[in-house]
């Protein structure tokens, strides 16, 4: 039972590029969440979803995109890479909503130069 | 609006000492409490949540509605509690946590 899987787990952009977060359950949650963390500061949600084919989005979705075609994969998309994405980008899933337990991947480290 | 605010980044003490992590939150509602912990190199999880009125590996919160708290107690901290603690409180909204910025506690031996 491998849990949240993100990949990668680090990566350099730079500005004006593109690239995916990949991100995937094999626990058969209905929600997912994708939580961003800059230094010393707490997570702050970017998007959501609770059940394949529904997306919303969170406190920060700006500058991010994502889709849920199935109930394991929740990709997160960064169109044209800013230096203000720089952070740490966690995955994670829940059986029920954000009251129940989040499982959590073990987060990529993205820096944009 | 809705905050969560852990005032200590760092905190550090003996082995064996109490430990208090504290934890203050604004929210207008019936607040639904967390404590997330990263060991090193392992991932974020849950340690415990108010609502179960649970003890995890020895450590307690309380919620103290009159001071808008949730502070994390254990009487003897031991080593392997060193690790990253997050509060977290749970919105009415949007199937959001808020989170604090973390305390970072070390165990000294």
């Known amino acids: 039972n491998a849990g949240v899987t993100q990949t990668p787990k680090f990566r350099i952009l730079k500005i004006g590029q593109s690239m995916t977060l990949q991100c995937t359950q094999d626990?058969?949650?209905?929600?997912m969440y994708w939580y961003r963390q800059d230094p010393g500061m707490g997570l702050k949600l970017i998007y959501y979803?609770?059940?394949?084919?529904?997306?919303d989005k969170g406190e920060v979705p700006n500058g991010y995109n994502v889709s849920r075609s199935t109930t394991e994969d929740f990709p997160l998309r960064l169109e044209l890479a800013a230096p203000s994405q720089t952070s740490v980008y966690f995955c994670?899933?829940?059986?029920?909503?954000?009251?129940?337990?989040?499982?959590f991947g073990n987060g990529t480290r993205l820096t944009v130069t | 609006a809705q905050r969560v605010t852990q005032p200590e980044k760092l905190l550090s003490v003996f082995k064996g000492a109490p430990v208090e992590l504290k934890c203050n939150y604004s929210?207008?509602?019936?607040?639904?409490l967390f404590w997330y912990v990263q060991y090193s190199r392992q991932r974020l999880q849950l340690l415990l949540r108010?609502?179960?009125?649970?003890s995890i590996k020895g450590f307690t919160a309380d919620l103290n509605k009159g001071e808008t708290s949730f502070h994390l107690k254990k009487p003897f901290a031991q080593e392997e509690d060193s690790a990253m603690y997050y509060c977290?409180?749970?919105?009415?909204?949007?199937?959001?946590?808020?989170w604090g910025a973390g305390t970072k506690l070390i165990i000294k031996p």
């Open positions: 994670a899933s829940s059986y029920r909503d954000q009251n129940s337990p989040l499982h």
């Open positions: 626990m058969n949650h209905n929600y």
């Open positions: 979803s609770v059940g394949a084919g529904i997306t």
């Open positions: 929210y207008s509602g019936s607040p639904e």
């Open positions: 108010h609502i179960s009125r649970e």
């Open positions: 977290a409180l749970s919105s009415d909204s949007n199937y959001q946590l808020i």
